[in-house]
Each structure stands twice: as structure tokens, then as C-alpha cells.
Antibody, heavy 118, light 109 residues
Framework: QVTLRESGPALVKPTQTLTLTCTFS??????????VSWIRQPPGKALEWLAL???????YYSTSLKTRLTISKDTSKNQVVLTMTNMDPVDTATYYC??????????WGQGTLVTVSS | EIVLTQSPGTLSLSPGERATLSCRAS???????LAWYQQKPGQAPRLLIY???SRATGIPDRFSGSGSGTDFTLTISRLEPEDFAVYYC??????????FGPGTKVDIK
């Protein structure tokens, strides 16, 4: 059974760096074809894809946010970490991590709401 | 970058009616990499359809997907009360690898 859980601060101040951790079980990110992605959703708005890391440690980023994002994995801990620099109130959103196989998001975490406010 | 457009933005229907949701891509999308998700308030999205037309595990057969190239459709044959939600299409391809459509809200008329 695949599960994912996001963890990190609920509140960050403008200009700070956000660090989110996705802890997962039920699959190994060292297995060919496995990927983990971060996706966010501002309140009342649509889903926005942020970043993806695959089993081969290849990393991909949203075109509009790539200068602010870093994704990494710790296979031994079954964790994927996302950092986003220079946070702004418009970055207030629920942040999801998700498991992908061949491009399909088969499992989602419950999401974590991050509010950016001074 | 492939941009996905969904229409209509909102679909107001009654239970028992048929819902037809459209997803259009700015460039051709491999059918293998087109998926649909359902999201209810306060919940994470749930995979409905992958590969444009394959139902995910546990998804009722009233949900069906079709299409190819740049035009894809999600059809709900007879709306049940639990189907009123927001639906997103998603493609997986080249850089950047993932994009979502803006969503279609299906609400009760």
C-alpha cells in the first residue's frame, strides 16, 4: 500500500525559504519508473505542478518557478525534500506530494497548507 | 510547454444526467500520458482515468475517457450525488513534464 505524507511549517514569513518533506512508503524511489512530484493548490484555485524527481535522480521543475525550487531525495529514508526560496504571500497554498508511475499520479499525500504572512 | 484548456469552466447538471467534459491541448499529447482526476472539497485529487481511456482501480464504469492528439473527453454517463466535484486533466510529456488543466467544476443544477 502506497502512502505519502507531507511535513513542514504551516506558516512562513515573506522572503523566507520553505522546506517541505515528503515521507513515503509502499514503493522505492530507486526502482525504475518511480517518480515523486510536488504539486500545489492555492485556496480555491487549480492544481499547479512544481517539481519532479525520478528513480535515476533526474529532476524537473516548473518553468515559471525553477529559479526558486530545489528537489532532492534520500532513498534510504524514503523521503523527498522540496525547497522554495523567497516565499511570497501568493505562494500560500496546499502543497501535495504525489507518486507517479509512467506519468500517472497514482497516489497523493493529504497535503499541507502553507501560509505566507508576516 | 503544453498548455491544457478545459471546458466548460462550470457544468450545472442534475443527478442522473450525462456530463461531458473537454480537455484540449496546445500540442499533441500521447494518449498514453493523458489522465483525469476528481477532487472534492478538502480532499486530495483522485485518479479516475489514465492513458486517456483506462479507468483506475475502483472507478465506476459510469466514468469513461476518450480522445487523442489534442482533444480529450471525460464522460460521466449518469451523475450520482457523489460525482459533483472538480475535474482536472493532466498530461505527462517533455519539458516540463507535467501540466494540469484549469479544471471543470460539476455542480448541482
Amino acid at each position: 500500500q502506497v502512502t505519502l505524507r507531507e511535513s513542514g511549517p504551516a506558516l512562513v514569513k515573506p522572503t523566507q525559504t520553505l522546506t517541505l518533506t515528503c515521507t513515503f512508503s509502499g514503493f522505492s524511489l530507486s526502482t525504475s519508473g518511480m517518480c515523486v512530484s510536488w504539486i500545489r493548490q492555492p485556496p480555491g484555485k487549480a492544481l499547479e505542478w512544481l517539481a519532479l524527481i525520478d528513480w535515476d535522480d533526474d529532476k524537473y521543475y516548473s518553468t515559471s518557478l525553477k529559479t526558486r525550487l530545489t528537489i532532492s531525495k534520500d532513498t534510504s529514508k524514503n523521503q523527498v525534500v522540496l525547497t522554495m526560496t523567497n516565499m511570497d504571500p501568493v505562494d500560500t497554498a496546499t502543497y501535495y506530494c504525489a507518486h507517479l508511475v509512467r506519468g500517472v499520479i497514482s497516489h497523493w499525500g493529504q497535503g499541507t497548507l502553507v501560509t505566507v504572512s508576516s | 510547454e503544453i498548455v491544457l484548456t478545459q471546458s466548460p469552466g462550470t457544468l450545472s447538471l442534475s443527478p442522473g444526467e450525462r456530463a461531458t467534459l473537454s480537455c484540449r491541448a496546445s500540442q499533441s499529447v500521447s494518449s498514453s500520458y493523458l489522465a483525469w482526476y476528481q477532487q472534492k472539497p478538502g480532499q486530495a485529487p483522485r485518479l479516475l482515468i489514465y492513458g486517456a481511456s483506462s479507468r483506475a482501480t475502483g472507478i465506476p464504469d459510469r466514468f469513461s475517457g476518450s480522445g487523442s492528439g489534442t482533444d480529450f473527453t471525460l464522460t460521466i454517463s449518469r451523475l450520482e450525488p457523489e460525482d459533483f466535484a472538480v475535474y482536472y486533466c493532466q498530461q505527462y510529456g517533455s519539458s516540463p513534464p507535467i501540466t494540469f488543466g484549469p479544471g471543470t467544476k460539476v455542480d448541482i443544477k
